[in-house]
C-alpha cells in the first residue's frame, strides 16, 4: 500500500493491529439463551438437530438464574443471545429475559438468531423490544425449499421472506442473513446473493455445511468441493460489491480484529433448556452428541446453585491458535484464530485440532480477498474509502 490516505484509513480500523489473547472477563457479558429444542424447520443438516427428539423449553426461571449468575459487580455491559431450535417458539421467556436483565440497568443488546418463520405478533413485539435479528436463509427459493423444508415438507421460503421484508422495513437494526452452503447449492451462491439483495439485505454470511453425524437423524448433504466454493464464493463477492452488499465469511471475519481465539475468545455463557452450561451454541441439550465434550456446567436446582467443570472450562477457553500445532506456522491464523471450535472438533474429535477442510478453504480465499481489498482501495479516493467497508 504506497497511497498514504489507503494506509492510514486501514490502520485507523486496525487492519495492522497486534493480535489480541482475550480471557473470560464479566465486563462485558454475553448471555446465551437456548429457548428451545424445537423448530417449525427441519433442515436437512440441522447441527443442532432442531426439531428432533422430545422439545425440551427454556423455563423463565432458569433464564433468570443465568442472568443472576453471569452479572457480577465487574460487569459494565450486558447481551442477550436468544437462540434455539426456533427461539420464537418460547416467546415469553424472551419478554421476560430482557425484563429481567433490565432491572441491572446497564447497557443491553439484544440479538435473536431465527429461522424467519415467526408469527406477525410475536416478530412485531421484538422489533419494538429493539432486537438485533439474525435469520437464517439459504438463498433462492428452490435451495431455500430443499434444504430448509417446514416440519411438514412443505416450502419455508415465501414466510421466511415476508418476515426479512418486515425485519428491513420496521427494525432500526441491520438485518444479518446468514446461509449455509452445500453442495448443492454451491453453484447458486451468485443467484443468491443477488436474490437476498434484492429482498433489501445489505449485511449476509456464508458459510459452508459442516459434517455431523446425528443418531437422530439422517445426514444426506455434503460439504461442497474445495475449489467450486472457492470460485462462486468470489464471483458472489463480485454480486455482493455490485449490489452493496457486505459478504462476510468466518475466513476474513477477524480481519481487523487480529486474535489468538475465535468463538472462545468472547465472554460469553449459554444455558440450555436442561440446565447445562454450554460455552457453544450448537451445543443445544444434554443428548446431544457433544454434550459430554462440550458442556463445562450445570444448574443444580435442589441446591439452587451452579456448578462448574474446571477442566472442560480449560479445555475450550484455553484453545488457542498458539497451541494448535496446525495453526502455529500458517499465514492466517490471527485472522482465522483456528475457527469454529465445533467444526475443528468434529473434524479432529479434539480441542488442539483444526478442520482441514476449511483451512483449504482460507488458504485460497484469503490471498484472493486481500487482493481484491487492495484493488478497490486503490481505485477509490481517500476521501471516499471506508476500509473493508469497500466489499
Not at 433490565?102 to 410475536?122: A, H, Q
Not at 446468514?178 to 439485505?201: F, K, M, N
Request: glycine share 6%; proline share 4%.
Amino acid at each position: 500500500m504506497r497511497d498514504r490516505k489507503i494506509r492510514e484509513t486501514y490502520e485507523n480500523e486496525g487492519f495492522f493491529g497486534e493480535p489480541q489473547n482475550p480471557e473470560f472477563s464479566h465486563e462485558d457479558i454475553r448471555i446465551g439463551m437456548i429457548l428451545t429444542t424445537d423448530c417449525v424447520l427441519r433442515c436437512r443438516y440441522c447441527f443442532a438437530e432442531g426439531g428432533r427428539g422430545k422439545p425440551l423449553y427454556l423455563t423463565e426461571r432458569l433464564a433468570s438464574r443465568m442472568i443472576e449468575e453471569a452479572v457480577t459487580p465487574q460487569t459494565e455491559r450486558m447481551s442477550l443471545y436468544f437462540t434455539g431450535g426456533e427461539p420464537t417458539l418460547n416467546p415469553d421467556v424472551v419478554l421476560s429475559s430482557i425484563a429481567r436483565a433490565r432491572e441491572y440497568d446497564l447497557p443491553l443488546s439484544l440479538f435473536l438468531y431465527t429461522c424467519g418463520i415467526v408469527k406477525e405478533e410475536i416478530l412485531d413485539t421484538l422489533i419494538a423490544e429493539d432486537m438485533e435479528f439474525n435469520l437464517s436463509v439459504d438463498g433462492i427459493p428452490s435451495v431455500q425449499n430443499y434444504q430448509r423444508p417446514l416440519c411438514n415438507g412443505g416450502n419455508s421460503s415465501d414466510l421466511v421472506e415476508r418476515s426479512i421484508k418486515k425485519i428491513i422495513q420496521q427494525s432500526r437494526h441491520e438485518l444479518r442473513a446468514i446461509t449455509t452452503v452445500t453442495h448443492e447449492s454451491v453453484h447458486h451462491i451468485a443467484d443468491s446473493v443477488e436474490y437476498l439483495a434484492g429482498l433489501g439485505v445489505t449485511n449476509l454470511q456464508i458459510e459452508t455445511f459442516s459434517p455431523f453425524v446425528s443418531d437422530k437423524f439422517s445426514i444426506d448433504l455434503h460439504s461442497p468441493d474445495v475449489d467450486a466454493f472457492v470460485t462462486n464464493f468470489l464471483e458472489g463477492l463480485d454480486v455482493a460489491h455490485e449490489h452493496g452488499v457486505k459478504l462476510i465469511h468466518s475466513v476474513y471475519e477477524n480481519l481487523l480484529q487480529p486474535c489468538t481465539k475465535y468463538c472462545q475468545g468472547t465472554n460469553r455463557m449459554v444455558i440450555t433448556p436442561d440446565g447445562y452450561v454450554s460455552p457453544c451454541y450448537t451445543v443445544i441439550c444434554g443428548d446431544h452428541p457433544y454434550a459430554h465434550d462440550f458442556f463445562i456446567g450445570k444448574y443444580l436446582e435442589e441446591s439452587d446453585r451452579f456448578e462448574y467443570y474446571q477442566e472442560k472450562i480449560e479445555q475450550f477457553f484455553g484453545r488457542t491458535v498458539e497451541n494448535t500445532p496446525e495453526c502455529r506456522t500458517c499465514f492466517a491464523k490471527y485472522i482465522c484464530s483456528g475457527g469454529c471450535v465445533n467444526r475443528a472438533f468434529t473434524y479432529s474429535k479434539s480441542f488442539r485440532g483444526v478442520d482441514e477442510y476449511l483451512c483449504s478453504i482460507r488458504r485460497k480465499i484469503l490471498p484472493a480477498f486481500l487482493y481484491r481489498l487492495l484493488e478497490i482501495s486503490e481505485r477509490t479516493s481517500g476521501d471516499e474509502l471506508h476500509g473493508t467497508e469497500a466489499l
